[in-house]
Structures are given as structure tokens and as C-alpha cells.
């Protein structure tokens, strides 16, 4: 006997991402990225994300990227990125290491205008693949990804203990 | 691997119902598109219904149509209704979990299930429309692979 599944039936408000403006972030943004994150995760974490900018957003020689998706001055979401040296014979590719959107804009577009920012900086770097990777039980991120057409790559992820 | 008959004929619907949301379509309708048992199709779709997924309005231009959300709806939510997906339970005596060898094939089809679960469950039903659109079978690696594996059942 099939048991029932708690769907949500109807769809959130669609917000009209129009106002919606993708933008390379900057030092002012550190202070809102840094209570977005803690707000998604819980974890105040002032120190990495200024290092992780200070790394991707400040030196723009570097194939590195750190987009903002800011609506009426807010900061509903970021995406950082950069293009790595690929081992085993493999050409350089886009790794996304970050990406998070503001729980209430979710499911409005803003992550996919985010991604998009992102694919269109790696394609201008010269590289033709985007990787990421991610725990398996990380639902909401995997099916954000998997709805960007990411499928599973060329890799297997590996570890072990070493206690 | 391979879905159970109900499973795929689940998703044929579902995938049809949420391409066509302004437009109920028939049981028969769906088996007939994919040449499957209208039979089977409307047990499937009975299951559907119970579930919540589906629901069918009777009359003139009735018909079934997609109640869930497709941007919610995950593979995993339809075919855990017709059949076990993930880590399954061994039975107590089984060698799987009374003999070495038993225990190391476990821990190496447990992760294979892992596997199967994360992706049934990370691909929505609004991800899958899209990947019917985006066609990445058509002159890519995995159409190679269809054909290779079609070549070696000649």
C-alpha cells in the first residue's frame, strides 16, 4: 500500500527577479554575506568569510569569482568559484565551492542567475566543464545543482580514516 | 540498473501529467504514447492518486492531472511507492551479516544503494522536464554508451 507523501501542492509566490542585479562582490558586502550565511547555517563564521574574500573577491586576475545577487540594496544570495588545474589528464575545469540563497528567495530564480554569472566567468576563462561536490545527503544543494543539468562527472570521490 | 514495470510507468505518467498541466490527460492516453498496459497504467495511476501525487476529475474533458509540485517532486517520492530503493534490511543468519566476506559485499552494495537514493532523491520531476528538453543523450558520451550497449545485445 503506497503511503502518502507530504508534497507541497502549490507553488511559492514567484518573485520577480527583474530587480535583480549579479554583481562581483566587494568589501562592503562582507558584513551582509557574512549574517546571510549565518542565517542559512547557523554558524557565525566573520573570519572565513572575509579570508574567502580577501581570496576570491578582491584579486580579479586570478580565475577566481564571487558574485552577489543583490535585490533592492539586499543581498539575497552568493556564488564563489574559481577555475582549478584538474589532475588524472584531465583539462582545467569550474569548481563551485559556495553558493547559498536567502531561504525566502528561494525557488525564485536567484540561484540560477547566480549560476549562470558563474558559467558565463568560466567560459570566458577558457574552461569547458563545471565540478562541484557535495555531501550526499545535502538534498536542497544537490537538487539545486541537478536542476542546473549538473549530472554525476568523470570521478569517484574516495576517503579513509586515517585513525 | 532497472526499475520495477510499476515505477517506470509511474514516472511515464507523472512526466506527462506535469509537461501538460493545463491539460488532464486519459490513462489510456499515457499507454498509449508509450505502448504500455492501460491496465497496469491505471493501477499505477490508482496508487498515484492515493499518494497524493495525482487526481482525476471525472466528465467531459476529465482526466488525470499532477497535484504535487513538480519542483518538489522527486524520483525517489514515486518509486519508494512500487518497489525498495536504498539499504535494504538482511534477514539474521544471512551470510551478509554473519560471515567476513558476506559483510565486505554489504558494506560495497550498501554504498551502491547510497548512491542510487542521493540521486533519486536530488532530481526533481521539474529537472527531469528539462532534461527531456535539453536532449544530453543526443551526440554526447552517454548516447555513446546507449549505443555501445545496444551494439553489445546484437
Given amino acids: 500500500m503506497p503511503r502518502h507523501i507530504s508534497i507541497m501542492k502549490s507553488p511559492p509566490a514567484v518573485k520577480n527577479t527583474d530587480a535583480l542585479r549579479i554583481r562581483p562582490a566587494v568589501h562592503s558586502d562582507l558584513l551582509a554575506l557574512t549574517a546571510l550565511d549565518e542565517e542559512i547555517t547557523g554558524l557565525a563564521k566573520r573570519k572565513y568569510w572575509k579570508e574567502t574574500f580577501a581570496r576570491y573577491g578582491a584579486r580579479r586576475r586570478l580565475p577566481r569569482f564571487f558574485f552577489v545577487a543583490e535585490d533592492n540594496g539586499r543581498i539575497e544570495g552568493f556564488i564563489v568559484g574559481e577555475v582549478r588545474a584538474w589532475e588524472f589528464g584531465e583539462p582545467p575545469c569550474g569548481w563551485i565551492f559556495a553558493v547559498q540563497v536567502r531561504p525566502k528567495a528561494r525557488l525564485s530564480g536567484v540561484g540560477t542567475r547566480l549560476f549562470e554569472a558563474l558559467c558565463a566567468a568560466f567560459r570566458r576563462a577558457g574552461v569547458e566543464s563545471v565540478r562541484t561536490m557535495m555531501a550526499r545527503d545535502n538534498h536542497l544543494v544537490l537538487s539545486f545543482f541537478r536542476s542546473q543539468g549538473m549530472m554525476a562527472g568523470p570521478f569517484i570521490e574516495l576517503e579513509i580514516a586515517l585513525n | ?154
Fill in chain 2, 1 to 154: 540498473m532497472k526499475l520495477q514495470k510499476a515505477s517506470s510507468f509511474a514516472l511515464y505518467a507523472v512526466l506527462e501529467l506535469a509537461a501538460n498541466p493545463t491539460h488532464p490527460l486519459s490513462g489510456t492516453e499515457i499507454a498509449e504514447k508509450y505502448g504500455i498496459s492501460a491496465h497496469h497504467l491505471a493501477k499505477v495511476l490508482r496508487d498515484l492518486g492515493r499518494a497524493g501525487i495525482v487526481e482525476a476529475a471525472r466528465g467531459v474533458g476529465g482526466g488525470y492531472r499532477l497535484t504535487a509540485n513538480p519542483k518538489r517532486l522527486t524520483l525517489l517520492d514515486i518509486i519508494q511507492i512500487f518497489e525498495p530503493v536504498g539499504p535494504q534490511n538482511v534477514a539474521n543468519g544471512d551470510p551478509e551479516l554473519v560471515t567476513d566476506a558476506g559483510c565486505a559485499l554489504r558494506i560495497v552494495l550498501d554504498e551502491l544503494d547510497d548512491h542510487t537514493l542521493a540521486t533519486f532523491r536530488s532530481i526533481t520531476i521539474s529537472t527531469m522536464l528539462k532534461l527531456m528538453t535539453r536532449k544530453p543523450w543526443v551526440n554526447s558520451a552517454p548516447a555513446t554508451k546507449l549505443a555501445r550497449r545496444a551494439a553489445s545485445r546484437r
